[in-house]
């Protein structure tokens, strides 16, 4: 399937389409948060290893949550539970900014990275339960790719606007994670408001 037609099969499907975007949205504060851990971790500390231990942090919850997942998969609606964690990440990134001091910090990363682990295992699972079966692997790969090119403009994002200060960067990434939601939300809403589309047999009537 030519990427162009996986693009308008993930435009019509409203779970595909909504959470598509809010990962591309959330995977712009996920790009950058390495960057700024490594400025945040240095002025908290005063050393260079103590932004590489944020960062570090970061994966082993990155980790933890991958495992905690393998164990105890998700259940219900994968739509349901993105939204859920994309807050739960949101809550997470903005404790990385208030925290008040170095050992906050390397929990308040490492909580972060576990949500976004668990998120993006529910992503998973919308792809392949919303997905048509001969769309499947084009609507996984062309996900992929959105959410990874989202990923690297929001590192080079961080990288230009982590001198404003690594709290305030951080604030600001947890407010973009919040707007997915918020996006996802408004997008729900306005697809229930519209009337559904007409039966072949009404129309011919």
Do not use: H
């Not at 990962?23 to 500390?45: D, E, H, W």
Request: aromatic share 4%; charged share 10%; hydrophobic share 55%.
């Amino acid at each position: 399937m030519p990427v162009r037609d996986a693009l308008e099969v993930i435009v019509r499907k409203g779970p595909l389409r909504r959470v598509m975007i809010a990962m591309m949205i959330t995977s712009v504060s996920t790009g950058g948060v390495m960057v700024i851990a490594v400025v945040f971790g240095r002025n908290l500390q005063g050393s260079p290893g103590a932004g590489a231990a944020l960062g570090a942090a970061y994966g082993v919850g990155n980790l933890c949550g991958a495992l905690l997942t393998g164990a105890f998969p998700l259940t219900g609606e994968p739509e349901r539970w993105v939204m859920r964690l994309i807050a739960a990440n949101a809550v997470a990134v903005g404790l990385c900014a208030l925290v008040p001091g170095y050992v906050f910090a390397l929990a308040a990363f490492a909580l972060a990275g576990a949500t976004s682990a668990v998120l993006f295992t529910a992503s998973l699972a919308v792809r392949s339960v919303y997905s048509p079966p001969n769309a499947r692997a084009q609507v996984f790969v062309t996900m992929a790719g959105l959410k990874m090119a989202a990923g690297s403009a929001g590192t080079a994002l961080a990288g230009t606007l982590v001198g404003i200060g690594p709290r305030l960067a951080l604030c600001l990434n947890a407010v973009v994670v919040a707007s997915a939601v918020t996006i996802a939300l408004t997008d729900l809403r306005l697809t229930r408001r519209r009337p559904p589309a007409a039966a072949p047999e009404d129309a011919r009537a």
